[in-house]
């Protein structure tokens, strides 16, 4: 990550889009996912259809839609969130109870004695999980389909949103190495505010390529190498169940002083196959001079950049026995100011991308015409416009309450 995140700051606020094809004729499926026992919404909870690539993931409001081809109707709907019980539930054939269905998640309960029993050397099962990568997870070049989402909020109001339908390549992870991966942008849309006040702007280097710099397990740049096992502390905490199966839930964090900040974080890894299924892991920020030059690339002379938070979540999904990467997110918290002003503004940029489909054959001469590059802007990328109907059939991350709002308010100005 020390040389894969950076930021650039600029006289001009930027964002992008991605997008992804769909298959017709189509059914949609909408709903929210709840804790059964609090009635609370749950974010983040993964939506799939069983036997297939296809899904998405619960907005901030719990809310979901998902479009899938009509002849997979029996195969019902996969609702899945780590610390709870996952459920495939029947898809009723009448289209009008299609609509607003109400998906409750109990919170696990299995016992999990025997890992508890079992134990083990956390650092040693974190080295035996990396050995297994290449027998885990694709030995295939997979050409997948995701929806990319990056917001930028100056304070508590959003100052830009931006969408996108990508095609990502994926090579083998038969070695720890991602050249040759590629992101393209299918279809995208921005909407950024015209406001003079907010034209201080940012460019995550990672943008749209979230899904190759952030693939932690096939990148071996993004948090360590087996190489660079002996720079962390491994900690075993409780297990919890993924996809209903259980998994060691193994802290790290940095044990020694580098000229380089490293990470903090958890690897969740199936006891049984030892496959990595979800890492979250966060960049130490305490010192800020070099928490800054690893994440900033370059910024306009007299203004002040503090880093205050750098955080991130990838989650892998487990298809005929091998994993491939589902969901990735991060966020970026910082302050600005310029030289001789009393105040300093306080700016949040999430990103997220999840995996929609997957082509099962992809070809090695795919053609990525609009390739996103490390040098390239993606708010250049995309169209400036915004229309209801917009992604059509494309699965995609609904927007919350709260950035629907925001849309609206921005289309306003």
């Known amino acids: 990550m020390r040389r894969r995140l950076s930021i650039v700051v600029s006289f001009i606020l930027f964002i992008a889009i991605f997008s992804i094809g769909a298959q017709t004729p189509l059914i949609e499926?909408?709903?929210?996912?709840?804790?059964?026992?609090?009635?609370?919404?749950?974010?983040?909870?993964e939506v799939s259809i069983p036997y297939t690539n296809v899904g998405t993931v619960t907005n901030a409001d719990g809310y979901f839609s998902l479009k899938f081809p009509v002849d997979k109707l029996s195969h019902g709907i996969k609702v899945d969130l780590i610390g709870y019980e996952g459920l495939t539930l029947p898809i009723p054939s009448d289209k009008s109870h299609q609509k607003n269905l109400t998906v409750f998640l109990k919170q696990s309960g299995k016992?999990?004695?025997?890992?508890?029993?079992?134990?083990?050397?956390?650092?040693?099962?974190?080295?035996?999980?990396i050995e297994k990568i290449p027998d885990n997870y694709s030995s295939n070049t997979d050409l997948f389909q995701g929806f990319y989402r990056e917001t930028v909020q100056k304070g508590n109001r959003?100052?830009?949103?931006?969408?996108?339908?990508?095609?990502?390549?994926?090579?083998?992870?038969?070695?720890?190495?991602?050249?040759?991966?590629?992101?393209?942008?299918?279809?995208g849309r921005r909407l950024i505010s015209p406001n003079n006040s907010d034209t201080l702007a940012i460019k995550l280097m990672d943008g749209p390529l979230l899904p190759?710099?952030?693939?932690?397990?096939?990148?071996?740049?993004?948090?360590?190498?087996?190489?660079?096992?002996?720079?962390?502390?491994?900690?075993?905490?409780?297990?919890?169940?993924?996809?209903?199966?259980?998994?060691?839930?193994?802290?790290?964090?940095?044990?020694?002083?580098?000229?380089?900040?490293?990470?903090?974080?958890v690897f969740y890894i199936d006891t049984e196959s030892l496959t990595i299924s979800r890492v979250e892991f966060e960049l130490d920020v305490k010192d800020k001079v070099k928490a800054t030059r690893a994440i900033l690339?370059?910024?306009?002379?007299?203004?002040?950049?503090?880093?205050?938070?750098?955080?991130?979540?990838?989650?892998?999904?487990?298809?005929?026995?091998?994993?491939?990467?589902?969901?990735?997110?991060?966020?970026?918290?910082?302050?600005c100011d310029w030289k001789k002003r009393l105040f300093s503004s306080a700016y949040t940029s999430l990103a997220e991308m999840v995996i929609v489909d997957r082509k099962d054959t992809p070809k090695e001469k795919t053609k990525f015409v609009e390739t996103f590059g490390k040098r390239k802007i993606f708010s250049d990328m995309?169209?400036?416009?915004?229309?209801?109907?917009?992604?059509?059939?494309?699965?995609?991350?609904?927007?919350?309450?709260?950035?629907?709002?925001a849309v609206k308010k921005l289309k306003k100005r």
């Not at 999904?317 to 991060?330: D, F, H, P, R, V």
Request: proline share 5%; hydrophobic share 35%.
């Open 29 to 45: 499926v909408t709903g929210k996912v709840k804790n059964s026992k609090t009635k609370k919404a749950l974010a983040n909870a």
């Open 158 to 187: 959003y100052i830009s949103v931006s969408e996108a339908m990508v095609d990502l390549l994926k090579r083998p992870y038969s070695r720890r190495d991602v050249r040759g991966e590629k992101v393209s942008i299918y279809k």
């Open 382 to 405: 995309v169209e400036n416009y915004w229309e209801p109907d917009f992604w059509k059939d494309y699965n995609i991350i609904e927007p919350s309450e709260s950035l629907e709002n």
């Open 297 to 335: 690339q370059k910024k306009p002379g007299g203004l002040n950049f503090r880093p205050l938070e750098v955080s991130g979540v990838v989650t892998y999904k487990t298809l005929e026995g091998k994993s491939q990467i589902n969901y990735i997110a991060t966020k970026i918290r910082f302050k």
């Open 212 to 265: 190759i710099n952030f693939d932690a397990v096939k990148n071996g740049d993004h948090l360590f190498s087996k190489d660079e096992i002996d720079y962390f502390e491994f900690t075993m905490l409780p297990p919890t169940i993924i996809d209903q199966r259980t998994h060691y839930s193994i802290g790290f964090k940095p044990r020694v002083n580098l000229s380089y900040p490293l990470h903090k974080g």
């Open 111 to 129: 016992v999990l004695d025997e890992v508890l029993v079992l134990g083990g050397d956390p650092r040693e099962i974190v080295i035996k999980a």
